[in-house]
């Protein structure tokens, strides 16, 4: 990889917000290997910390939420249609 191509992928993760989730889990992981608090397993410690783990909710509920979300879907694209259809009028 050229310099220039090197420089432009860390901007690309940077400008995405990679590097301060890695960079947060590092610290974390790290924070915890210092107070005794070491992870058993520190690929999952790093799995649960960059995917946010932490912020997951029952199947049943985003299944939920899924389905009125599409319900909401259609009735916007009624609306548009309708609306389309009054323009052209």
Do not use: H, W
């Not at 909710?57 to 599409?70: C, Q």
């Amino acid at each position: 990889m050229q310099p220039a191509e090197k420089q432009e992928f860390i901007q690309y993760l940077e400008k995405g917000g990679v590097i301060d989730v890695l960079t947060k889990a590092f610290v974390t992981l790290y924070e915890q290997n210092n107070s005794g608090g070491r992870p058993e397993d520190p690929m999952e410690f790093m799995k649960k910390s960059c995917l946010g783990a932490g912020e997951s909710r029952p199947a049943a509920e985003l299944e939920k939420e899924n389905e009125e979300l599409k319900n909401r879907i259609k009735e916007l694209e009624a609306k548009v249609a309708s609306l389309e259809e009054s323009k052209k009028e």
